[in-house]
């Protein structure tokens, strides 16, 4: 057969005047077709590389045109863990609220020093709840680590690990609190915590520029954290690869698990040995055993997170800052409060009794409302009408609890300044 016999073999004319491809010239345009797309898939993988693992999952997180509920990855839920690992889950996330409680009373701690950038009597929150936000964000981002884990396992998402259960929701959820925040806000905005302010108008700024620096520097944290996670899988993760196993992990949950629970029980112990004036009792040993009911309680109360108001509304961590908030107000005026405004008598001034509300405020409120958690919620839901609605439902509400409770009391019998 000649070229010229071939090419007129090209096609076929049909009964309706049109003409279709026959079988040998299909074949040769899709080989060259085929060919083409290759070569043409090479140079745009050469200009523009493909997205990362992460970049991806970035992108198929909810849309503004995908109102679905995705469940924050700090949030634990049974449902989300096989029934075999559950007790190990509740196990993580009481080994590390004891690190998480002990961590946040410490650097809370180390700022309550004089002339300090932000002064605030009882020592700020602010670089706790910054801290905890970059370490969920890291947690929750860093999927090179993650993958390694979960390769060559039925697993298939990082939330079926106790280790990231016990990471997120048990240290870094101890770790943060929107409670203490919120009573930190109120105390300057009334204006008893430092010199007086030159009139009543200037406690308007000392709210809007408490309130910015309270939720900017998480949320900055949360950034923050999700870069450093990047950075974490490009240069780390591949050195020590061979070391990133799920059988390491295995053993290095239930290690966790044994020595914290371990912590939780001599912490228990020195508790009740200790006398009350001493200072690991006074400052940390009561605080840390409340605060790992408190985070125990956020545990549970994580299963109700979609239910209720709409099914992409966290409502679970709601219900958590509601009742810390609102146990914080109440504890607080009985703290601080005075009997009258006239005399200088507390409410409550029995040692004993203030020891175990500051210890109840410090430990369980702190441990059972979290900052970080609700940040990485209004990430995760990643469309700003639900972020707004779900910010104010939290915020304000909050917020009002302590001013109702604790507010009229102040303007009418007052607190005690330090």
């Not at 995908?66 to 009481?94: A, C, G, H």
């Not at 290690?255 to 200790?274: K, S, Y």
Request: hydrophobic share 45%; aromatic share 14%; with cysteine.
């Amino acid at each position: 057969m000649t070229q010229g016999q071939a090419s007129s073999r090209d096609t076929v004319t049909n009964d309706n005047g049109s003409e279709t491809v026959n079988a040998t010239s299909l074949v040769h345009t899709l080989s060259a077709a085929s060919v083409a797309s290759t070569i043409r898939d090479e140079i745009a993988s050469t200009i523009h590389p493909s997205d990362t693992k992460q970049e991806k999952l970035v992108e198929n997180e909810v849309t503004p045109f995908q109102l679905e509920f995705w469940k924050p990855q700090n949030i634990m839920s049974v449902e989300d863990t096989p029934f075999s690992n559950r007790y190990l889950v509740t196990l993580m996330v009481l080994a590390f609220s004891v690190p998480g409680n002990l961590a946040r009373i410490s650097l809370q701690g180390l700022t309550k020093y004089e002339n300090s950038y932000i002064n605030y009597s009882g020592g700020t929150v602010v670089w706790v709840n910054f801290a905890a936000s970059f370490v969920m964000s890291w947690c929750n981002h860093s999927l090179g680590f993650w993958s390694h884990v979960l390769e060559g396992t039925e697993k298939s998402s990082m939330k079926q690990l106790a280790l990231h259960t016990g990471l997120t929701g048990g240290f870094c959820g101890s770790f943060s609190t929107l409670s203490s925040a919120l009573i930190e806000i109120f105390f300057k905005t009334i204006d008893i915590v430092q010199l007086p302010l030159p009139n009543n108008g200037y406690r308007v700024m000392e709210f809007f520029a408490s309130s910015l620096v309270t939720f900017s520097l998480p949320f900055f944290g949360h950034i923050l954290g999700r870069q450093f996670a990047l950075a974490f899988d490009t240069y780390v993760v591949p050195r020590f690869s061979q070391f990133i196993t799920y059988k390491n992990i295995r053993i290095f949950e239930l290690t966790c698990g044994f020595v914290g629970i371990a912590a939780l029980i001599a912490n228990l112990v020195l508790t009740c040995t200790l006398s009350v004036g001493y200072w690991y009792k006074e400052s940390y040993s009561f605080a840390i055993l409340m605060g790992a009911f408190g985070a125990l309680l956020r545990f549970k109360l994580s299963a109700f997170n979609g239910r209720f108001f709409a099914p992409w509304f966290p409502t679970g961590t709601l219900m958590a800052n509601l009742i810390g908030c609102l146990l914080i107000a109440v504890i607080n005026l009985l703290v601080t409060g005075y009997k009258s405004s006239t005399t200088d008598s507390l409410l409550i001034s029995n040692k004993v009794h203030r020891f175990i509300l500051k210890g109840f405020s410090l430990g369980f409120c702190g441990a059972l409302t979290t900052m970080s958690s609700f940040v990485n919620e209004l990430y995760n839901l990643n469309h700003p009408k639900l972020q707004h609605i779900y910010f104010w439902a939290t915020f304000t509400p909050c917020f009002i609890f302590i001013l109702l409770i604790d507010g009229s009391y102040a303007w009418t019998r007052g607190f005690q300044h330090n």
